[in-house]
């Protein structure tokens, strides 16, 4: 079936950027996200990008799609020790709906 | 403000019992889900709904049950038929077409 898979851990020094990786299985994905999710509390949707988009732009952050290989990135400028939380991909062939795959989070851990 | 409230946020079960947990939203969202979350893990969706009185099942349903009454209000049964009960609940919904998800904070639960 679908799947979407990410690393488990990613460490930077506060200040740098921090790149964060994605791959999906499903070529029917058309809406793909990323959401955080701080310590005990629920998820927050990030920013989002669809599948005929190559790259999206919102203050730091900065998500980059390539559709031939399903990979997604999400790129966080000038890293603080404030963004620090799990980070997760997911995707949909839909618009957030039943669908909706996703992968298992990256942890980013900002050392000051 | 609009949002989600889910409660409790912690919420202690003995073997045996059933619980519920409470999902009430005020953004006059068409569709509502359930999701669990279990450490180093992605979410699984257990149920969804996007009509009132009319609900779905997940990937994961067995051992749960939900009623969907009012627009506003999606609470989930824990049964003791779910033999490993023990997650984090995310409780989260969308309108009819737009995107991405708005989740509420969270209900832990623990089986003693």
């Known amino acids: 079936g679908e799947d979407v898979e990410q690393s488990l851990f990613l460490s930077v020094r506060e200040g740098d950027s921090s790149v964060i990786n994605c791959t999906y299985t499903?070529?029917?994905?058309?809406?793909l996200y990323w959401y955080k999710q701080e310590p005990g509390a629920g998820l927050q949707l990030l920013t989002y990008i669809f599948s005929n988009m190559d790259m999206k732009q919102d203050q730091r952050l900065t998500v980059l799609l390539n559709k031939k290989d399903k990979h997604l990135s999400l790129r966080i400028a000038d890293t603080q020790t404030g963004d620090s939380a799990i980070y997760f991909c997911?995707?949909?062939?839909?618009?957030?709906?039943?669908?909706?795959?996703f992968g298992a989070g990256t942890r980013l851990f900002v050392k000051a | 403000d609009g949002g989600i409230t889910q409660s409790p946020k912690y919420l202690f079960r003995k073997e045996g019992q059933n619980v519920t947990l409470s999902c009430e939203q005020n953004l006059n969202h068409d569709a509502m889900y359930w999701y669990r979350q279990d450490p180093g893990q992605g979410l699984r969706l257990i149920y969804y709904s996007q009509i009132v009185n009319d609900f779905q099942k997940g990937d994961i349903a067995e051992g749960y049950s939900v009623s969907r009454e009012k627009k506003e209000s999606f609470p989930l049964t824990v049964t003791s038929a779910q033999k490993n009960p023990t997650a984090f609940y995310l409780c989260?919904?969308?309108?009819?077409?737009?995107?991405?998800?708005?989740f509420g904070s969270g209900t832990r639960l623990t089986v003693v």
């Open positions: 997911a995707e949909s062939p839909n618009t957030g709906g039943f669908k909706t795959i």
């Open positions: 499903d070529s029917s994905s058309t809406y």
């Open positions: 989260a919904s969308t309108p009819r077409d737009d995107y991405g998800y708005t």
